[in-house]
């Protein structure tokens, strides 16, 4: 610790620390543009000029290292003068646009300048001009405003990982821009409009469309990945015009991925569904609730009568509140079945009736950054988790190891110490691999369960080097992401990563795909008679179907084919592992209740009896659990569009309308009261150890083409899919038919020729594209989009013929 | 891209340097390859960004900032005349006035021959010998007086 004074106060600064720090402690205020506590010092700006005594000349606060004894004084004349002076330095060049600027009203330097600026300019001279850039369809650019702090610069650098932006020239000339006009496509870009303290870098979505003293501030959680990130949403009549993040050092930090950002374009979307409709005659029809809900609750019965309860499923997206899951889910057991689901995406459920309790990250998000060795098993993590990806990237800067066992390459904008790229069916085979080198290392037994799998593989140098890199560094963690939990042997990946993690003695994770994942499974949204849960433990899969059951996508068919779908916010031709088998199946069910926010979708409109038009997470209050398991409620920030309701109140009435006990809330806190009964701790749910699941064999490789279908970062959910600027980045590119060069060759097509692409009776005509990083004998395609909807498995075989 | 002969110079620029940190050649890297173009264009500072391992506005930054680095195609001798204060003061301005007149062009500006391409540069250390300009950034002239500038067009123009 250093001590030092400033403005005559005592602080101690930890060594290393500067007088920015120091001053920070003691809550003094010192001007800054260029500092940003999360950035390195640049001190380019000279705003936080101070004086220090005996230093002949003012000092930067930001960089200026505190050093024992020193005396600072902030509000000297010296100190004043200086950033006076600075000011009148930085607005010589800077545009007196402040009437038409977005920045107006929450800009620093028109902040600063009321402080420190002179009523007039002394500057009779030419002021520069900057040539605008187009940065893409987020940023929106007033290059003449800027006041060249590189923030935006640093963040790339630093935060995002990579370099869009620079600086060029020098001087006067100096200016922010991107190589030879590319735009800027990080996933984090949005938080350099958050960084630029001027109005050089603005929302262009949201940009000229309203001044911020206009704007009401209401505290929600996003909706989108497992993180649950803090958000800030502003609103003018009762319509919601951006979002912003709400610091929270332990989840989001002050970021937010652009995909939280600027998604709420899709809550403004034409594609709302405003009003309840009726399929009649083959033709939609819209009708007032009553109709819809009698017309709702006289189906489920009918089908419950004719068929038995067991005739009736749900399926919900993990997209969802924690109540409308637990309504959702007692509705259907009110109803007397166990067929309730929210793991579309998965297709492996084997290791259902081993589950001990709800999957989960395995420790703190925040901990994530002290990482000193990970294992990331099959995940595109920066377009998955882009926040986790960045504590990630600060870890290794720190020194930590990350290694990767995936079925695709992609640059994670950070170093990799060790990667190996198989092909999805042999994933399973390397993690034993690593497992095998973990035991060799450690000198401890295999489990007896494993020892006959395990006996017969060789271990090659990387998995020996993963698996040292996880032994020798700790604190050390294993990640399964969102491609190894739709890996159709995920029970497998799952069970042989627990098995590593326990030898290594690292902790492990499953990185939640949707905002709620954990969620649904203690509101009880997984098939059997009750949740995992907070209302009382019990087996998950016994007596139930699964969401690839009653799809009809799982080989193991269910004797009693569901006939009636309660649909909760998705889209299954999108959101589904296989969307061809998926629209079969509810294009021959007797009736489909689809309860969502939005219309239009053609397929949709196709298997669809009945569509309610449900509240969006601004127009409902609800609950996630994030993937760390942290519960947060938040409320609606707006009134429901047209007559969309809360979903939750949607299903309140349709178990009043349909006779079922203990339907009678008046508020969401009492259903949330009833899933959280007096003293229940979610973290005792919470657990990723399957008990004793035998790995079925490993390494059989198919003959075949195997797909490789991840889902794209701006198709995950149907808000997402909606956000019209989103959609236009390149990461919303539509998908291609990538290949290795020796798969292209033997189809004698080139890169960028439209080729056909076949799975089951479905097919997509897509440019082929090359990537010889990809293991062989695979073809990626993106699933959860128009295009490739027509598509079967995510991970099944796939046809590849030339036209 | 660049000849091997280049690769070969960049190659030794960069052993130079710790291994992780072969962007600290980007200097001497876009000095070789210019000495082989010519000039730095687009591709060729993308080539150099690859070849470095470092973001291309990376290696932007660095060819905007230093003007002995040519964006733009220049005629076969470039003159760099500084105009800093202390040439300034002992007749840089007279130097560059002379040479505009001379060769019929302004700062920045190529002979229609394609010979002789003027630049204003900024301090070369050599104050004492004022007034200084620069001959395809290596030769470097003291003392420019309107005579000596002659001889050297002469020399040149041979």
Redesign the interface.
Known sequence: MTNIEIDGKQVSVPTGGTVMDGATQLGIYIPYFCYHKKLSIAANCRMCLVQVEKAPKPLPACSTPAVEGMKVSTHSAMAVASQKGQMEFLLINHPLDCPICDQGGECQLQDLAVGYGASASRYTEPKRVVVNKNLGPLISTDMTRCILCTRCVRFGQEIAG?????????GEHAEI????DSTVDSELSGNMIDLCPVGALVSKPFRYSARIWELSRRKSVSPHCGLGSNLVVQIKLNRVMRVLPRENEEINECWLSDKDRFSYEGLNSEERLTTPMIKRDGQWQECDWHTALEFVANGLKTAQEQHGAQSIGALASPHSTLEELYLLQKLIRGLGSGNVDHRLRQSDFRADSHLQGSPWLGMKIAEISQLKSALVIGSTLRKDHPLIAQRLRQAVKQGAHLNLINPVSDDLLTKVTNQVVVAPAAMAAMLAQVLKAAAELKATEIPATLKDTVSSISVTDTARAIAASLIDNKPAAIFLGNLAQHHPQYADIHMLAQHIAQIAETSFGVLGEAANSVGAYLAGAVPGPGAVGISGSSQVGANGSNASQMLGMSAIPIAEPCRAFVLMNLEPEFDSYNPQQAMKTLAAAELVVMMSAYKKHVASVDYADVLLPIAPFTETSGTFINTEGRVQSFNGVVAPLGDARPAWKILRVLGNLLQLDGFDYETPEQVRAEIFLAGSDVSTQLSNRLGSFAVGEIGQVSEGLQRIGEVPIYQADPIVRRAESLQRTHDAMAPLASMPGALLDRLGVQAGDMIKVKQGDGEALLPAARDDKLPANCVRVASAHPLTATLGAMFGEIMVERL | MLSAESLKKIDHEVTKYPADQKQSAVMSALAIAQDEKGWLANETMDFVAHYLGMPAIAVYEVATFYNMYNLQPVGRYKFTVCTNLPCALSGGNDAAAHLKQKLGIGFNQTTTDGKFTLKEGECMGACGDAPVLLVNNKRMCSFMSCEKIDQLLEELSK
């Open positions: 990579v370099m869009e932006l620079g600086v060029a020239g020098r821009l991107t190589f030879v």
